[in-house]
């Protein structure tokens, strides 16, 4: 056998040689990506625990591990009608691992009440799908001798700095939906946010303040309890939950244009990749034939409905544009 000098030429090895060596080296391959989703999800939720909001989002969580084939965890990010929610989105990969359901508030009210808007609902978010709609419901506490909306504007009308309303925060659609009522009654009012519905809640159930609007779900359940009463839903139709509670076109003719149901979607961070936000529509479809999944949300009395991810955006753009003057009308952004 020659030594090894006895290869060189020139300095160089030959290819050959080369070639010979290679062959002896374990093979390396690029490893391609695993498919999505290769690792656990989180959803952010914009609302405290036993919300309505919160109760939704975990619904479509549980649905769409099954369908994904990988948890889906629940994160509680409430304040500031969801601007602390938003914030945390904006600072996780855009790799559709971070969710966050929203609300038609989020997407289209909470970032125009702000003179300095803290986000662009357009810009900052890829849309995945719109899950549901559902009515909301101005209430008031049982035994507080308020039993028609006509009432609740005398009581507007003889208390000083009129009634205090709640809301679960700052440009929810509760807190513009009440505060355009109350101008359309010419009735005096104050705003009282809260973070979160449940607050809200039990700050009216216990008559700390004199009204809120409220999600069905919500609404319905307390009524029946005999704990609050309902004095107009703000929709087209009455609803099967509350059928003697009459439309807000029927309680006040001139408010038929607050019949605005809320709507709730999944959002991920705004560059997501779009293969990712198709499988997770395709999960979301998938779960509304689901009868399980179905059954939940009707149980909370929130209609489900098809959609793509392009209409997140849509529907956004369609509500912003009947918010966007009311807010201005009301004088209701502030810093």
């Known amino acids: 056998m020659k030594p090894f000098h006895a290869f060189r030429t020139h300095g160089r090895v030959p290819a050959a040689a080369l070639l010979a060596c290679a062959a002896l080296l374990p093979a390396v391959?690029?490893?391609?990506?695993a498919a999505y989703p290769a690792k656990l999800l989180q959803i952010v939720a914009q609302q405290p625990p036993g919300s309505g909001s919160d109760a939704m989002t975990r619904i479509w969580a549980d649905c769409a591990a099954r369908e994904l084939g990988q948890?889906?965890?629940?994160?509680?990010?409430?304040?500031?009608?969801?601007?602390?929610?938003?914030?945390?989105?904006?600072?996780?990969?855009a790799d559709g691992y971070t969710l966050m359901s929203i609300g038609m508030s989020q997407m289209s009210i909470t970032p125009y009440v702000y003179r300095q808007r803290p986000y662009d609902p357009l810009a900052d978010f890829d849309g995945v799908?719109?899950?549901?709609?559902?009515?909301?419901?101005?209430?008031?506490?049982?035994?507080?001798?308020?039993?028609?909306?006509q009432d609740l504007d005398k009581l507007a009308h003889a208390t000083p700095g009129g009634v205090n309303f709640g809301s679960p925060?700052?440009?929810?659609?509760?807190?513009?939906l009440t505060s355009a009522l109350l101008d359309k009654m010419g009735a005096p009012g104050t705003h009282v946010p809260f973070v979160g519905e449940g607050a809200g809640l039990t700050a009216l159930m216990g008559q700390q303040i004199q009204a809120m609007t409220l999600v069905m779900g919500t609404a319905a359940a307390q009524v029946k309890a005999g704990k609050l009463t309902a004095l107009a839903v703000f929709g087209a139709q009455r609803?099967?939950?509350l059928p003697g509670v009459p439309t807000i076109a029927e309680a006040l003719p001139a408010a038929a244009d607050l019949a605005r149901p809320s709507w709730i979607a999944v959002v991920a961070r705004a560059g997501t990749p779009p293969d990712v936000i198709n499988r997770l529509n395709a999960a979301t479809e998938k779960c509304r034939a689901d009868a399980h999944y179905q059954a939940r949300f009707e149980?909370?009395?929130?209609?489900?409905?098809?959609?793509?991810?392009?209409?997140?955006r849509a529907w956004a753009e369609r509500d912003a544009a009947v918010w966007r003057p009311l807010i201005d009308k009301l004088g209701l952004a502030t810093e």
Do not use: C, E, W, Y
């Open 29 to 33: 391959h690029a490893q391609p990506p």
């Open 71 to 93: 948890p889906v965890v629940v994160q509680n990010k409430p304040g500031a009608n969801g601007i602390l929610a938003v914030n945390f989105l904006k600072g996780q990969p």
């Open 129 to 149: 799908a719109v899950l549901g709609t559902s009515p909301l419901v101005l209430a008031v506490p049982a035994g507080s001798g308020i039993a028609r909306l």
């Open 169 to 176: 925060g700052k440009g929810s659609p509760a807190h513009l």
């Open 239 to 241: 609803s099967p939950l």
């Open 299 to 312: 149980a909370m009395n929130v209609s489900l409905t098809a959609s793509t991810p392009r209409d997140v």
